[in-house]
Structure formats: structure tokens, C-alpha cells
């Protein structure tokens, strides 16, 4: 059965990226969220497995989804994909939940470490 997953990132072009990047053996069925607030509707009305989320967006950003998944308890894997770097930023993602920190142009190698790391693949 496939996974559900939702790829959260204002860029359609990240989006794509993340997609490609996967393990051609990973089953899945994609969704996709530009910011922040589409991803948690998503996530309050749909079983997501997996959520790849961007940090930077506009409306809501990444932390602020991390946050309210943790506060409504909504239970999905969240994988982070950014270009914000910075230890401090890091280190907040994995407090609030984050199963890993992946640092973009995100990569099939990086992707496929995580997932095998957790037993998704």
C-alpha cells in the first residue's frame, strides 16, 4: 500500500526536486502544499505518512507547521528540507519533532539515507 506523503514547499521547482530525488521503490501518493497553511489543511483532513517541509515560506512557515503538529498531536513523519542552515534552526526543528534536517539542493543519496535510517524504504 502506498505511503501518503506531502511535499510542503513554495517552489514547484523544489517540489519537483524532492519528487525526483525519491528511491524509485518507494510507494507512495504524492500531495503538495505551497506554505504552510495548505499543509495543515492537508494534515487535519487527510492521513499523511510523510511530510517533506520547507522552512521559508510565505503566509506560514515550517516551524510554525512543526508547531502545530506537535500541539494537535498529528501523526506523521516530517522530514526538513531547507537552505537555512544555521545550527540554532537545526537544533529547533529536531525539538519539535523533525525526524531529520536535510540541507538543499536535496539529493536521491541524502533522501534514501533517511528513509532507509527509518525503515521507510
Do not use: H, W
Not at 3 to 30: G, N, W, Y
Not at 45 to 50: D, K
Not at 69 to 74: P, R, T, V
Not at 83 to 101: K, N, S, T, W
Amino acid at each position: 500500500m502506498a505511503l501518503p506523503v506531502l511535499i510542503c514547499d513554495d517552489s514547484i521547482l523544489a517540489r519537483k526536486q524532492v519528487r525526483k530525488s525519491l528511491p524509485e521503490t518507494f510507494d507512495a501518493e504524492f500531495k503538495t502544499a505551497g506554505n504552510g497553511i495548505e499543509a495543515l489543511q492537508v494534515l487535519r483532513t487527510q492521513e499523511i505518512g510523510l511530510v517533506f517541509l520547507d522552512l521559508t515560506m510565505p503566509e506560514l512557515d515550517g516551524i510554525g507547521v512543526l508547531e502545530a503538529i506537535k500541539a494537535e498531536s498529528i501523526d506523521c513523519f516530517v522530514i526538513v528540507i531547507s537552505a537555512d542552515i544555521q545550527p540554532e534552526m537545526q537544533r529547533r526543528v529536531m525539538e519539535l519533532g523533525a525526524l531529520a534536517f536535510i540541507q538543499k539542493p536535496v539529493s536521491e543519496e541524502k533522501i534514501a539515507g533517511v528513509l532507509k535510517q527509518y525503515g521507510l524504504v
